[in-house]
């Protein structure tokens, strides 16, 4: 693309490089993540053999130089930096609107902000490390501390990467850049102009840093200062200058290499240079010393990173995409670098990378597909030479990403691109990112918690050299060993630790498949296990203490809270504890959630609880339980206390008196499970006497009143005799329909076979019905339908045969008859079908119709 006149501004910060070139300051304006960038500062360090290095990160990284420089330190790697920030604090800075005074009452909470500083082997930055080294360079990094970068930006994220690109991303130049070159986004420019040049114009460094100091700039020429200061960028700019400033003052004779991103080298040379060589006043060391010393409360740690994870930043403008792709790339380069008047060109060694992940890809792709979808040697074929042909078409030396993905959805899709199924581009993108787990020293500082929990799961076998998930299958009954493992693994899913979720196994918390002698998780071990980790290593030192505080503070937020359902929630905890084998403390909460139950005044909430408890109860040998007793006697309590909370059943409201009736249904369950210990029999009478003494006050809630008489015959508690007299009573002539209608409706719910069994039910209803009004009839009609799903198509046969004998009704009377059709009708049919199927053809509707 031909050049352009470029604005003053841009060519007189051309003209401060040039001038701070020769009082030895060079600049490396890169892209985060680009082995173009890479290469061409290779080549600048190589060649200039600086006695400094400085790199765009926060200062406070200093403190873990010597493990990056580690031999044993292999990308990707990232640098996790933690500071904590008081709440009141951010407030105050990013809220104008309140006064100084008011913030004196304001409660004073501490969160902790973490950043990433991701390295892979084709980072500039990493290169810029290496090369150092090599060359015996002092390293500088030279941007603000994380602390106060937090400060700065005014930003709700918790966590985010310090390689931010958003500024390129949603620049209206490069937007525009790209319509004219016709890529699809600000990436595509980028490798277009850069990545895919010859390998021997990105050794011209002089050139290649011009580019893309000019693109990086007029990106930046969309902003204006003010949203910059807003956004911390000017700031931390400022901070970057003054170290600069400051080493060159100190050190006049200090051959420099500025490595930064390329959005701001604009600011640094016009701050650098102003007709000459601008040194740091007084004032501007003295802030500077003064960030410097808050980025004490940095806390930064060398973790190992993986290529997925770094795919997954770099979506979010945090540099290039795909990362095994252009890890590939980078070893070219490297191969180029050693042999560079061998017959290989640059376009060769792109084809060969082109060759080797089409073929990687479409071996993954034959794996999923069924044989009649496989890709086989012709597609493969076609979507390299389409990819080599596309790049030749686009002025690039060899076929790059976007050649490459362009030539598989040419060649691989057969149809419209929109019928593909996701997993198709799923496994390429993989492919793309890769799954590379980067290595740190073993004896570098990590906390504590970190190297518990990593030596913990290597004893229990699992795997974790890679971030590919795994499945583990683990015999929780039979298996001493498997049991620990799967209360290990609940203790880190109860902590959020990231690193497993269960995908099948008895569920106590629930009561579902307790009979499953397995349980099934999906683990993988990432960067973000380990940040999570370092973040809880402010809270302990040991996971069982960690999980036992988060249990305390739950239980005491629910007294301070007054919640209205405590036992409820607070027996969740009992069983957390139970399946993480908290054994020391389980007693302990029994004991508190006693105390709940005492004051709990929701029927529904402590049946609920009763259900949880027997569910512990059920598996207290698999969860080895040392407070069976305790278990035992807290069962007996409940439905003491539950008895004190039925007068709840008698809520007149219609859909109050269905959630009463689930939870009566609910109540009758856990009486009739309770361990034997606890005379079962003599606590369903309890169960029913209390009913009893209940039923004058239900007058106004007949839906309980039929489930409470239709379970009591159930459980043989009252006969059938009594029953019948019941329910001729609830259908009495001058009982009102809607009560009747609610009466039969909770007998149907509970017990509808009752209907059959019951020829008094079953008449009391033909006699209530005989005697409605056809509007009450039309309005009841509905529940009447619902009661009657209750049955089966068997059941229904048979009442249908009680009410024809009853009303001499013969049985042919109640059948559908079906009709037959002669010949003349099948041919007139067949005749509409065609006409209407030709008028379909004309009017081009089939499709339509399809769909």
Wanted: aromatic share 10%; proline share 4%; charged share 20%.
């Amino acid at each position: 693309m031909a050049r352009s006149p470029l604005p003053q501004r841009l060519q007189n910060a051309l003209t401060c490089r040039d001038a701070l070139q020769q009082v030895q300051i060079y600049f490396a304006p890169v892209r985060h993540h680009s082995p173009a960038c890479s290469y061409a500062l290779r080549q600048l360090i190589t060649q200039i053999k600086p006695t400094h290095v400085l790199i765009e990160a926060p200062d406070s990284f200093s403190a873990i130089l010597e493990e990056l420089l580690n031999n044993k330190t292999q990308p990707p790697i990232a640098i996790l930096c933690q500071t904590d920030l008081q709440l009141d604090q951010i407030v105050l800075e990013t809220n104008d609107e309140y006064e100084e005074d008011d913030t004196a009452n304001m409660p004073a909470h501490q969160i902790t902000r973490s950043a990433f500083y991701p390295f892979c082997s084709y980072s500039p930055e990493w290169q810029a490390i290496q090369l150092a080294k090599q060359y015996n360079a002092k390293i500088q990094f030279i941007d603000l501390p994380w602390a106060e970068q937090v400060t700065q930006e005014f930003t709700p994220q918790q966590s985010k990467s310090l390689l931010s690109e958003t500024y390129l991303k949603h620049s209206q130049y490069i937007t525009q850049l790209a319509k004219k070159l016709h890529c699809r986004d600000h990436d595509e420019v980028w490798e277009h102009l850069f990545e895919l040049r010859n390998f021997t114009d990105l050794a011209d460094w002089q050139t290649f840093f011009e580019d893309t100091f000019i693109w990086c700039a007029m990106a930046r020429l969309d902003y204006d200062s003010s949203s910059l200061e807003a956004e911390g960028s000017s700031q931390r700019e400022q901070h970057m200058l003054t170290a600069i400033g400051r080493l060159k003052k100190s050190t006049p004779d200090a051959k420099i290499v500025v490595v930064t991103g390329g959005f701001h080298t604009l600011a640094l040379f016009e701050g650098l240079w102003q007709n000459k060589l601008v040194l740091p006043k007084k004032s501007d060391i003295t802030r500077f010393n003064r960030q410097q010393k808050n980025g004490d409360r940095d806390r930064t740690w060398l973790i190992r990173y993986s290529f997925d994870r770094l795919d997954a930043l770099n979506g979010y403008t945090a540099g290039m995409n795909s990362p095994a792709y252009y890890q590939e790339s980078w070893l070219s380069m490297l191969a180029y670098e050693q042999n560079p008047n061998q017959s290989q060109t640059t376009q060769g060694y792109r084809q060969a990378q082109a060759l080797e992940f089409l073929s990687a890809i479409a071996d993954k792709l034959r794996k999923k597909q069924s044989d009649s979808d496989a890709i086989g040697f012709i597609p493969l074929k076609s979507a390299i030479e389409q990819a080599c042909l596309l790049a030749e078409l686009r002025g690039h030396y060899g076929p790059g990403r976007y050649d490459l993905l362009d030539g598989m959805q040419s060649a691989f899709i057969k149809g419209s691109i929109h019928d593909v199924r996701s997993d198709f581009w799923q496994i390429v993108y993989r492919s793309l990112s890769g799954n590379q787990l980067g290595q740190i020293p073993d004896n570098i500082a990590s906390p504590p918690l970190v190297n518990q929990v990593y030596a913990t799961l290597k004893q229990y076998r699992f795997k974790l050299d890679d971030t590919l998930p795994k499945i583990t299958h683990i015999d929780i009954y039979r298996k001493p060993e498997h049991r620990q493992r799967s209360r290990f693994l609940h203790l880190l899913a109860f902590l959020d630790v990231g690193f497993a979720n269960r995908l099948d196994g008895p569920n106590y918390q629930y009561g579902t498949r307790l009979t499953i002698m397995f349980e099934d998780w999906q683990y993988l071990w990432t960067p973000m296990v380990e940040a999570r980790l370092i973040e809880l290593s402010e809270q302990g030192t040991q996971l069982e203490q960690i999980a036992l505080q988060k249990l305390q503070q739950s239980m005491e937020q629910l007294t301070e809270e007054g919640t209205a359902h405590s036992c409820q929630s607070a027996v969740k905890g009992v069983i957390q504890a139970a399946l993480m084998g908290l054994q020391s403390y389980f007693t302990q909460l029994l004991a508190k959630l006693s105390t709940y139950l005492d004051v709990d005044n929701n029927l529904l909430s402590v049946v609920n609880c009763g259900h949880r408890l027997l569910y512990l109860w059920q598996g207290r040998d698999f969860l080895a339980l040392n407070a069976s007793s305790t278990l035992l006697a807290l069962l007996a309590k409940l439905p003491q206390q539950a008895f004190f909370l039925l007068d709840a059943l008698k809520q007149p409201n219609t859909e109050q008196q269905q959630e009463n009736l689930k939870t009566l249904l609910l109540f009758r369950n856990l009486i009739n499970n309770l361990p034997e210990q606890l005379d079962v029999k003599k606590l369903k009478q309890d169960f029913y006497l209390n009913l009893y003494r209940l039923q004058p006050r239900l007058n106004k809630a007949p839906l309980i009143c039929g489930a409470i008489d239709s379970i009591a015959y159930l459980d043989c508690q009252i006969s059938q005799s009594e029953l019948d007299h019941k329910i001729k009573v609830a259908f009495d002539s001058g009982a009102q329909y809607e009560q009747a209608s609610c009466y039969f409706m909770g007998i149907m719910q509970c017990a509808p076979e009752l209907i059959i069994h019951s020829s008094q039910l079953l008449t009391s209803l033909d006699e209530l019905l005989a005697h409605w009004e056809q509007e009450q009839f039309i309005k009841i009609l509905p529940d009447l339908r619902l009661a009657f799903t209750q049955l089966t198509p068997k059941q229904n046969a048979m009442i249908a045969e009680k009410i024809s004998k009853k009303y001499n009704a013969q049985k042919e009377k109640l059948s559908f008859q079906q009709y037959k059709f002669s010949d003349e009708d099948l041919q007139k049919s067949l005749s509409l079908e065609l006409s209407v199927c030709q008028h379909i053809e004309q009017q081009q509707l089939q499709d339509w119709f399809k769909q």
